[in-house]
Structures are given as structure tokens and as C-alpha cells.
């Protein structure tokens, strides 16, 4: 893949896409579902799901060193042919398109509940709509550096959370194995789910500038630092919240805040934390929109600017008329968690087993 200079990044800046593109509005109901599998012992599971993770990127390094030019879409190209390649190609792309639909859903589903109750949808979702189209059209550079701006507004967990630690029961959390194996690991591959996005790196890898071992640090690191993200939110609101609330509450982060006064004087933390938060969400949905731009390009040499209000308008069209609730939410999460599995561990593997079989690697492989 010929790339320019000027859309090259390194592997730090890397490190706030991935990070960007794993941090959305997952976060705010992630306590809730491992709660539901593996009770209090959700925090393992969240750690396990963690493991798969780093494993997972292990075996993107092994393939990509192979192929250190190509993005995925060129990879499924060249080793499935034009056609089932151009299959592959697209369903990847349909794969990034609908995470960014799952997130305007979500994105909508909360702010409409918890902000705007008695808006129209076309009005909450107007902005992220704005957003992506300014930010969806540009390089992988110049959105990279937004995300770098946008990655200091997670301290906003830390920072509101001190007052929470006042009110906390650490008892909560014992005995330790109050869950079986089997729930310990269903609640796993439920928050391995919610941890995807370091998958970006199968697209982004020709675009750093920066050595194997350095880049697969940073997404390494990436992983990490999400987890700590997910595992300090996770065992707050499990040491806050007693085990009838915590069957009760559908979004324990946003309940958690609400309860809570800054420094006695500042009061619905909720709405303040979700107010902030959407930078986050209108990023992680602008690295999707990205992804997703690479693979129209590779596609059809088509100008960013075309496919991105195509998908933008796509998305606000199809997330106004359809009608947005928590059943609806839970399915697109069950077709996350099935496609996931498929282009994030399935493909990837296959790809890796073939071109060990078959001994190929990037200097005999000519994608046009």
C-alpha cells in the first residue's frame, strides 16, 4: 500500500487511537453485564477478557510482521482472490460501519434517557452526525492528533470518583469466587466484547512509521490501559453498589455519579460527566468512520469525502426512523459479539495459518 508521508503516524500517537477507539459509551453499562454473568467476581473476568486481548494481538503481530505493507483488506485480497477477497474487503468495512452504528445507537439511547428526554432523535443525533463528517473525511494523522486531545477528558472518571470512595463497601467484593468457572468465563468473552477496537491495528499498521516491537507495544499498552480504565470503573461501582441495586441499575456509572455531590457544592455529576464524555463517543465513532474510509478507498479509489457522508447520512437516517430501546441494544450487541469473534480472531487466524503453510510473506505478495 502506497502511503504519504504526511498520513504516517507514530507508534505513541497509535497508542490514543487505539486507546480512543476501545473507550466509547460500552463503559457506562460494562459493570451491569459482568455483574449479570459473573457477579461481584466480574473484575476476573474482566482481567481474563484482558488476556485474550494481548493474545489476540500477538497473533496480529506474527501476521502482520509477515505482511508489514498491506492493511487487512489487501491482505484478504491477496489471499482469497478478487472476488472472495472483495467479499472479505467489504464485510470488514460493513463490520467498522456498524460498530459506528452501534455506538450513534447507544450514544443515542443514553443521552436520550438520562439528557434529553423530550428531544427529537434527528436533535441528539444531529451533532455526532456534524462531527463526523468534519473529522470522518480527514487522515489517519489529523484525526489521530484530535484523538490525542480528546484522550485527557477520561480523567474525568478519576477526578469525580473521589468522593465515591467515602461511601464504598470493600466486603462487597468477598468472598472472592462467588461466581463458578463457567460464569467467570461466559462474563469474560461478554467484556472481551466490550474491549474490541485494537483491532484497528490490522488497518492502521502500514500507516506507522515506527519499528515492529515499538508498535506492537503500543497496542499492547493500549489493551492495558483500557483494562485499568474498565477494571477501576467495574470494582467502583461493585464496592458502591449493594447486590439488589446492582440488579437493578442498567447503567451503574452514570447512577453512581448521580449520587454524588463535588465538593458539596456542584450537583448532578451525571449530567456533567455525560456532557464531557461525548468527546470520547464522537471520537471512538470517528475512528470507526476511518477504518472504514481505508477500506472504500482500497475499494473503489474513491474520494474520503463522498464516503463519508454516505456512511454518516446512512447512520443518522437508519438511527432516526429505527426505534431505539435497551432489547434493541442488547441485540446489536449479540451480533457484536458473533462478528467480532469472526473478524477480529477468525479471519485473522486463518490468514496467519495459510501463509505458514504456504511459507508466504510480503515481498512475494504485488496487491494493486
Not at 484522550?151 to 470518583?161: D, E, G, H, Q, V
Request: proline fraction near 3%.
Amino acid at each position: 500500500m502506497i502511503i504519504k508521508q504526511n498520513e504516517t503516524i507514530s507508534s505513541f500517537q497509535l497508542f490514543f487511537y487505539l486507546v480512543i477507539s476501545q473507550l466509547n459509551v460500552a463503559i457506562l453499562t460494562l459493570p451491569m453485564h459482568l455483574y449479570r454473568e459473573s457477579a461481584y467476581d466480574g473484575w476476573i473476568s474482566l482481567l481474563l477478557s484482558c488476556l485474550y486481548s494481548i493474545c489476540t494481538v500477538f497473533l496480529y503481530s506474527f501476521l502482520l510482521k509477515r505482511f508489514p505493507n498491506l492493511t487487512i483488506f489487501e491482505i484478504c485480497s491477496y489471499f482469497f482472490g478478487k472476488w472472495l477477497g472483495g467479499i472479505l474487503k467489504i464485510s470488514y468495512i460493513l463490520y467498522f460501519i456498524f460498530i459506528a452504528y452501534l455506538i450513534n445507537q447507544f450514544y443515542l439511547f443514553i443521552f436520550s434517557k438520562w439528557v434529553f428526554p423530550n428531544s427529537p432523535s434527528w436533535s441528539i443525533l444531529l451533532l455526532l452526525f456534524i462531527i463526523g463528517i468534519y473529522l470522518g473525511k480527514e487522515n489517519i494523522r489529523t484525526t489521530t492528533r484530535f484523538f490525542q486531545l480528546s484522550f485527557w477528558t477520561i480523567l474525568i472518571i478519576f477526578i469525580f470518583s473521589v468522593e465515591a470512595f467515602q461511601q464504598v463497601e470493600w466486603k462487597f467484593l468477598l468472598p472472592v469466587t462467588q461466581a463458578n468457572f463457567s460464569q467467570i468465563v461466559k462474563g469474560s468473552y461478554k467484556s472481551y466484547v466490550f474491549l474490541h477496537g485494537f483491532e484497528g491495528l490490522l488497518v492502521l499498521y502500514p500507516f506507522v512509521n515506527s519499528a515492529h516491537r515499538k508498535t506492537i507495544k503500543s497496542t499492547v499498552f493500549s489493551t492495558l490501559f483500557i483494562t485499568m480504565i474498565n477494571l477501576f470503573t467495574v470494582v467502583l461501582c461493585f464496592i458502591f453498589f449493594s447486590k439488589k441495586e446492582m440488579r437493578l441499575i442498567p447503567e451503574p456509572t452514570i447512577y453512581l455519579f448521580k449520587t454524588l455531590t463535588f465538593f458539596k457544592e456542584l450537583e448532578r455529576l451525571d449530567l456533567l460527566f455525560l456532557s464531557v464524555w461525548f468527546v470520547i463517543i464522537a471520537s471512538s465513532y470517528v475512528s470507526y468512520l476511518s477504518l472504514a474510509n481505508i477500506g472504500i478507498s482500497n475499494l473503489i479509489r474513491k474520494n474520503r469525502i463522498y464516503s463519508t457522508l454516505t456512511i454518516c447520512f446512512l447512520i443518522f437516517l437508519v438511527g432516526n426512523f429505527v426505534p431505539t430501546s435497551k432489547g434493541f441494544i442488547d441485540i446489536l450487541l449479540k451480533i457484536l459479539s458473533i462478528s467480532s469473534f469472526i473478524f477480529i480472531v477468525l479471519i485473522p487466524l486463518l490468514i496467519l495459518c495459510i501463509s505458514l503453510l504456504f511459507k508466504l510473506k510480503s515481498k512475494e505478495v504485488n496487491v494493486s
